[in-house]
C-alpha cells in the first residue's frame, strides 16, 4: 500500500459528506472516488441536512475524484484501498459483502446492518477476510463518551451506581426516514447509539423492558428501555430513551447522566456542549478533546490500516450484539413483557 490510503466513499447524505470532510482534513488519506444515485449530490448540487452543528460542511476538494453513480461500480473500477458505506442500512449488507471480496479495507456507517441475523453474516464476512473492518458506532470515540467510558473502567469516582442516556429529536426529513423498511424506525437508525455504547462500557444486557409507539416511519420512533446485567453491574440502574417523534423544531438533543458512588457526570449537546463533573459539593466544567466521534473514529481506521493492525473483532461483535439488544426491545414493547436478548 502506498502511503496514503486511497478511499473511495459511497453515498453523499450527511454521514458520507461528514466523512468527506474528515478525510479531507488528513495528511494520511487520499479521496480517490465518490459514489452517490442523486447526481445532485455527486456533483455538490445540493447538501444534507444533519442533526449536528458541524456535520457536513463541505470542505472536501472534490475536483479530482472519479465519480460513479452506482456505488458497485465504484467497488469494481476505483483505484482504492478503503471503501466507506454510508448508504441506507437496508443495504449494509450486500454492499460490504461486495467490498470485502474485492479484498478492500471497510467502514461500515451504523447500524451494522438491518438484523441481528444480518450482523452475524457481516461478522463471518470480516472474520473471513484479510480486511480491517470497522463499524461507525461513533459514541465510542466521541470525547465526552469516553471519559465516561474511563470513569466506568478505573473506577476513579467508585462503582457505577446508575446511567441513563438520552437522545431526542424530531422527525428527520427524507424518503429514507419515511420507510421503515429502509431506514428501521428510530430504534435502529437513532437509539442503537446508546444500545451500543451501554453495551460496550457494562457488556451485555441480559433482560431488557421497554415501552415505545410506532410514529412517521412506519416503525418504532420512541423508546424507553430499563437493561439488567449479570456481574459487575446486576445491582446498576440504566436505561436509555431514543426517538425522534418530537414536535418539528424541537432541536436534536443528546445526554447522559452517569451516578458514581462519589461523584456524578452529566453530559448534554444540545444548544452548545457541555460535561460537567458533581463531586465534593463543586460542580466543575471538564474539558474535553476537540472534534467529533466520526473525526476520532475514522483517524483510528486509518491508523490502523497504515499499521497493518488486524480488525478489532470484539468491538465488531459487539455492535452486533447490540441488534440482539435492539430486537429484543422491540418484542418487549410488542408483548409488555420482559425480554432476554438472543445473542449469536
Known amino acids: 500500500m502506498s502511503r496514503k490510503v486511497r478511499v473511495g466513499v459511497i453515498g453523499l447524505g450527511i454521514m458520507g459528506q461528514t ?32 442533526n449536528i452543528q458541524g456535520q457536513g460542511q463541505g470542505q472536501a476538494d472534490l475536483t479530482r475524484v472519479q465519480r460513479f453513480t452506482d456505488g458497485y461500480e465504484l467497488i469494481e473500477s476505483a483505484a482504492v484501498d ?22 478492500y479495507h471497510l467502514m461500515v456507517e451504523k447500524p451494522v446492518a438491518k438484523s441481528h441475523a444480518q450482523g452475524l453474516e457481516m461478522l463471518a464476512l470480516a472474520r473471513a477476510s484479510q480486511s480491517f473492518v470497522m463499524l461507525g458506532m461513533c459514541l465510542r470515540y ?34 429514507f426516514y419515511n420507510s421503515c423498511e429502509q431506514c428501521g424506525g428510530a430504534i435502529l437508525d437513532l437509539h442503537i447509539h446508546d444500545v451500543d455504547f451501554i453495551s460496550h462500557c457494562l457488556g451485555r444486557p441480559s433482560e431488557v423492558v421497554s415501552r415505545g409507539h410506532i410514529g412517521r416511519s412506519g416503525g418504532l420512533d420512541h423508546v424507553h428501555t430499563q437493561y439488567t446485567f449479570a456481574g459487575e453491574f446486576k445491582d446498576a440502574v440504566v436505561t436509555a430513551q431514543g426517538g425522534w417523534s418530537m414536535a418539528q ?8 447522566t452517569a451516578n458514581f458512588e462519589q461523584a456524578t457526570l452529566g453530559y448534554e449537546l444540545g444548544d452548545g456542549e457541555h460535561l460537567i463533573l458533581y463531586h465534593g459539593g ?50 418487549s414493547i410488542a408483548t409488555g413483557q420482559l425480554q432476554q436478548p438472543l445473542y449469536g
Open 82 to 103: 478503503l471503501v466507506d458505506v454510508c448508504v441506507g442500512t437496508h443495504l449494509h449488507l450486500a454492499m460490504a459483502k461486495a467490498v470485502l471480496l474485492k479484498g
Open 249 to 256: 423544531g424541537y432541536p436534536f438533543n443528546m445526554s447522559y
Open 19 to 50: 466523512h468527506l470532510d474528515v478525510y479531507s482534513q488528513m495528511d494520511n488519506v487520499e479521496l480517490v472516488a465518490i459514489a452517490d444515485q442523486d447526481e445532485a449530490r455527486l456533483f455538490g448540487a445540493v447538501q444534507a441536512q444533519g
Open 142 to 175: 466521541w470525547p465526552a463518551w469516553v471519559c465516561l467510558r474511563q470513569a466506568i473502567d478505573d473506577k476513579r469516582y467508585g462503582s457505577l451506581k446508575s446511567l441513563s442516556c438520552s437522545r431526542l429529536a424530531s422527525f428527520p426529513e427524507g424518503e
Open 282 to 331: 463543586v460542580a466543575q466544567a471538564v474539558d474535553l478533546a476537540a472534534g467529533m466521534g466520526y473525526e476520532h473514529e475514522i483517524k483510528h481506521l486509518v491508523r490502523a490500516i497504515l499499521s497493518s493492525q488486524s480488525t478489532d473483532f470484539d468491538s465488531l461483535h459487539s455492535a452486533v450484539d447490540a441488534l440482539a439488544v435492539v430486537e429484543a426491545e422491540a418484542l
